[in-house]
C-alpha cells in the first residue's frame, strides 16, 4: 500500500481556499485526495517553485488544480507530512508561495 501523507495547512491556506468559487473548491478537494497518496501524481503537474525556499528548509512546489488555479505546499514540518501553504488564481498564487 503507498504511503498517505498527512495535509496540514496555513492560515493563509485556510483563508485562500474559502474564497475560492465553489467549483473550484471542489476540484481542490479531489486535488488534494491525490496528493495525500502521490505528490507526483501526473494530472496535479507538481514542479518546484524556482528561488523559494519553504518553512521547513525545504522546496516549494506548485501543483494545478485546474488551467487557472494552483496550490502550493512543502513536505514538513515531519516525516511523512505536507503542509498546504497557498491557493489561489495562477499569478496571485506564486507571489507568495
Known amino acids: 500500500m503507498p504511503q498517505k501523507f498527512r495535509l496540514l495547512t496555513t492560515g493563509r491556506f ?5 474564497k475560492l468559487p465553489a467549483a473550484i473548491y471542489q476540484q481542490l478537494t ?7 497518496t502521490n505528490p507526483r501524481h501526473p494530472s496535479l503537474q507538481t ?3 524556482k528561488h523559494a525556499a519553504g518553512d521547513y528548509a525545504g522546496k516549494i512546489f506548485e501543483a494545478y ?3 487557472q488555479y494552483r496550490f502550493t505546499w512543502e513536505y514538513g514540518p515531519g516525516s511523512g507530512e505536507i503542509t498546504l501553504r ?10 507568495k508561495p
Not at 479531489?30 to 495525500?36: C, P, T
Request: charged share 40%.
Open 14 to 18: 485556510e483563508r485562500q481556499a474559502i
Open 30 to 36: 479531489r486535488r488534494l485526495q491525490l496528493l495525500e
Open 47 to 49: 514542479h518546484e517553485v
Open 65 to 67: 488544480i485546474n488551467k
Open 86 to 95: 497557498n491557493t489561489d488564481n495562477h499569478d496571485d498564487c506564486l507571489k
